[in-house]
Structure formats: C-alpha cells, structure tokens
C-alpha cells in the first residue's frame, strides 16, 4: 500500500469515526485545534508560526477551550491531532481550527503542509499534506453549533520552482457552506502573507490582542482586527473573512446591557469567587533580599521579585517601583533573555477583598525608553485561593484597568511573565505600575 493511500484511508477512518461517534460522549463545550508549523525539513523555515499557535493556544485556554496544540508537527502527528480534535468536538458549542504555518494552492485546492512534506510533484500532496476541506468537514461533522476556522497559512509558495502548473499564491478562497461556519484568512485569496518581524505574524498578533475584547462580537473582532492589520503592514495585507454565522458570538462575553462601550474599558478578568476553603495557599518562596515592604491606604504591602536587573546610570529596577505611583520608575526582571517565567509576588497582611488591579505595563517613563525595553504581552495571574488565569496587557504606556466580576478573598497575588512584546533595544521586561485594587 503506497503512502498516499495509507494517508487517505487515515483522512476517511476519521470521518468514518466521527459518523459513528455518540455526541453524548462529548465532554466540551468549547474546543480548539491549534497547529504552528516551522521547523520545515524539506522547503523554507519560518519562525513564526510556532510563536503564533503558543499565543493562540494560551489566549483559548484562559478563554475556557479545551486545547488540542501541535507545535512543528509532521504528518503523524496532523492526523493523530485531527482525530483528538474531531471526537472532543463531538456536540460542542464551538469548535474552533488555528493554523499557522505553510499551506499552498494547487489547481484551487488548499493544503497545509506539515513539517516532513517533500512535495517534488503535485500528485505528492494528497499522500504528504491535509486538504484544508477535510478540516471543514470534519467540524461539519462533528455537529458542532459553532465552527470557526483561522488560517494563517498564506505567507509565501514553498513548493519547488519546477511545480509551477497549477500553483498560485496564497490560498484559494473557501465557502463557509455550514451554518454556523466562519473561516478567516490572514490576507485575501490569492494574496501573500507577511510573517512579521516580531516574535508573532501581523494577523496573529492582532487577534490574540483583541480577542477576548468584551462586547465584541466576532465579526466585529474580525473587522478590527482587518483593520489592525491593514495598517500596521502599511497597507500591504488585507484580512478575509467568508461566514454563514447564526446568532451572535463574543469570545470576551457580552454585558447584561448588551451596548458595546463606546470608549476604552476595564477588562474584566475571568477570576471569580471560589467555593469556600478552609486555607489560603502559603505565599510563594523568593529570595528575601529581592523583597521590600510598600505602604498603601490601610496596608502595609510586601512585594517580591524572582529577579531585579541590576542598578544601571544611578536607576534601581527593584519590585518597590511598582507602588511608588511613579512612571518614571519600573520593575525590571534581571535573567538572560527577555524573562518568561519571571514573576513578582504582592502579599498582604491578612485576607483581603481583591476587586482588580491597575496596571502600567513596560517602562513608561518616555516613549522612547518604553519602545527600547521589552513588555509583558501575556502573563499568568495567580491568587492565594489556587485561582488562575492568562490575561493579556496592551502594548501601551497607559494605565490597564483589570477588574473581577466579583470581589475575590486572597492574601497575595502572584503574576508570571508568559510572552513579551519585544524591545527594540534591550532584551530586559518591564513593568512601571501594578496597584491592587480592594473592595474592603
């Protein structure tokens, strides 16, 4: 049995699967398959892509999706994680598809490559790469209410110059033939997407920062972040959506007003009270010298980083700065590289009604010193209860205002640096400001 006949047996024992699957087995309201190819063996690298499906992947994961996430995934790997997506989507209220990666056009047929595909012929595809249709039909089968499907696959035409008949740039253009279907292209058929010189692609970045905006609805989303993207490529790339949407759907949820704000909000984190519990959780260990007592309004608050980049020009980077109602101060992690994984901790002297924080994010004290440092794009906020969650910062010098949908009892909170924005200068992460907010 050749390998493309292995392959397309594998494509139809899934669908096959899914026909006779019980939609009461499902366990998940929301489900997401985020796939980022990089690491190509046979035809051009890109580095994008990985950054791309690990920002999606934690934005859907704090958005409450059950992620099923491929990172630099070759053949084997796309099947098994079809075939994962295909049954935990079973009966769900959304299903969601993320690819970043290569993905071709060949006599008006879409495929993604996974990262082993050697495509010398176009008879190659159907034995080495996935029909982008096969990803529709499965979400169509699997009876999902809601099927969104997002590619950013157009970036260049990988394929050997000798493989010219029949090609085109980008991806052909795909009907949303299923109610309740949208599919969303980093740029028009037939165009080519950039990959972007930062850490994440234009069409990505802007989607996972606008993603869990509160009383978006998707289409709107998509509208905004079409915009973001036209200019922020100066013009060059233009995002497409093709829907057959029913009803409406906000990933950031909607308000009981139901109005869209009409001028910039606090976010609403998805922290909210927990069943009682007999202890708070003992503050996280840190080094005792990187730890400094703050005064607040009725508080005395002691706050603890993991690292502290060192004095420089007469300026200290320690975890105080964050209360000092100063931007022309910051806290400033001191580890090699831009600091995932560095954390500051703020604890209090007894249980205390969190209703939110403000937040500064980089070092505010100029625009330019702000551009040449790194910020926090995503970071981990944990609470003394065991609550947590993935929130997202802006990448601006202005105050954030995060806010829970009710008081929380907690004796410390804890965040942790997941992705940063980066500098144009200088690796070091930043934070200006960061100022609890109490409800008693």
Known sequence: MTVSIKFQLSVLCLLMCLLTFNPAQAAFDRVALVIGNGAYRAMSTLRNPPN??????????????????????????????????????????????????????????????????????????????????????????????????????????????????????????????????????????????????????????????????????????????????????????????????????????????????TRPQPQVAAIAPSAPRPSHRPVPRYISSQCVAAPVPGDTIEVCASSILNPQYGNRYGPGNLLDGKLSTAWVEGVSGNGPGERIVMSFKRPRQLAGFEIVNGYAKNRDIFRKNARVQTARLTLSNGDSQIISLPDTMATSSFSFAQPVETTWLELQIETVFNGSKYTDTALSELVPVFAD
């Open 52 to 261: 791309d499906a690990d920002l999606m992947s934690t934005k859907l994961s704090g958005l409450g999706f059950e992620v099923v996430r491929v990172i630099d995934g070759d053949k084997a790997a796309f099947a098994a994680a079809l075939t994962e997506f295909g049954r935990k989507a079973q009966g769900a209220d959304v299903a969601l598809v993320f690819y970043a990666g290569h993905g071709v056009q060949v006599n008006g047929r879409n495929w993604l490559l996974p990262i082993d595909a050697d495509i010398i012929a176009s008879t190659d595809l159907p034995g080495q790469a996935i029909k982008a249709n096969d990803l529709l039909e499965i979400m169509e089968i699997s009876g999902a209410r809601l099927k969104l499907v997002f590619f950013d696959a157009c970036r260049n035409n990988p394929l050997p110059r000798s493989l010219t008949r029949g090609t085109s740039n980008g991806l052909a253009r795909l009907e949303a033939n299923a109610a309740g279907m949208m599919i969303a292209f980093a740029t028009a058929p037939g165009d080519v997407a950039l990959d972007g010189t930062g850490n994440n692609s234009p069409f990505t970045e802007a989607l996972a920062r606008l993603i869990d905006t509160p009383d978006l609805e998707v289409r709107h989303l998509m509208g905004k972040v079409r915009e973001s993207v036209y200019v922020s490529t100066g013009e060059r790339q233009l995002p497409w959506l093709n829907e057959a949407l029913i009803g409406e759907f906000y990933f950031g949820g909607k308000s009981a007003s139901g109005a869209s704000p």
